[in-house]
């Protein structure tokens, strides 16, 4: 009995943990209250195909998150949800006249199967500016009441159409998300795959 006793101590302080852990993280690097008012409970896990992962403000590098991540939270496989990914700090956290920058945005996903979602915007890692410090790049998980119909406009990971100036907290209020469930962040700043990421999209920097 004492064995069941002290599992359950285990798992009472480690979701403690956890919640105080993101709630601070998110406090300290002002993505509450820049991005959202109040933090997730719940951390998101982050893996990029180069071995990096998020980890509640870690550095990392534009190189290493060119690629979409894996992405995985605590979810009710019989709920739907929307995940996204945000840049506060366009394009510089000093002067930020075109916050929020959307990265990635997915809806309708069953579960936690994010490929099986309905892709709003496509995924576009991580380029800040030369010279304009380092970014937060925060991701955030909302539970849907239920299926949802977006008016948003698609974007392919080809475009940057209608990615400047987003609001995920105002996006959650129009379709009534609710606070985000799970989160995460890092912190990227310029390195020589952004010269090369914008040229894709006929930029020189």
């Known amino acids: 009995m004492w064995h069941f006793s002290l599992c359950l101590i285990c798992i ?6 956890q919640i105080s852990n993101v709630d601070q993280a998110m406090k300290n690097q002002q993505v509450v209250p820049h991005v959202i008012p109040d933090a997730p409970k719940e951390i998101i896990q982050v893996n990029y195909l180069s071995g990096a992962e998020a980890l509640l403000g870690n550095e990392l590098t ?24 945000t840049d506060p700090d366009a394009p510089s ?34 380029g800040p500016p030369p010279k304009t410090g380092l970014h937060r790049y925060v991701f955030l998980v909302y539970k849907q009441p239920c299926k949802l119909s977006f008016d948003e ?22 379709y009534n998300l609710g606070t985000p469930v799970a989160g995460n962040f890092y912190l990227a700043q310029y390195d020589d795959y952004v010269r090369i990421l914008y040229q894709q999209f006929g930029i020189n920097l």
């Not at 009472?12 to 943990?17: D, E, I, K, L, R």
């Not at 534009?62 to 990914?85: E, I, R």
């Not at 406009?153 to 129009?174: C, D, G, Q, Y």
């Open 12 to 17: 009472t302080v480690g979701v403690s943990a």
């Open 62 to 85: 534009p190189t290493q998150v060119k690629d979409q991540p894996s992405v995985s939270w605590n979810a009710d496989p019989s709920s739907f949800y929307t995940l996204c990914l």
């Open 93 to 126: 956290r000093a002067e930020p006249t075109i916050r929020e920058w959307r990265h990635w945005l997915v809806g309708n996903i069953p579960g936690g199967n994010v490929n099986m979602g309905e892709t709003l915007t496509g995924y576009i890692g991580s």
């Open 153 to 174: 406009p698609r974007e392919s990971n080809r475009s940057i159409e209608h990615r400047e100036k987003f609001s995920i907290n105002k996006f959650a209020l129009k």
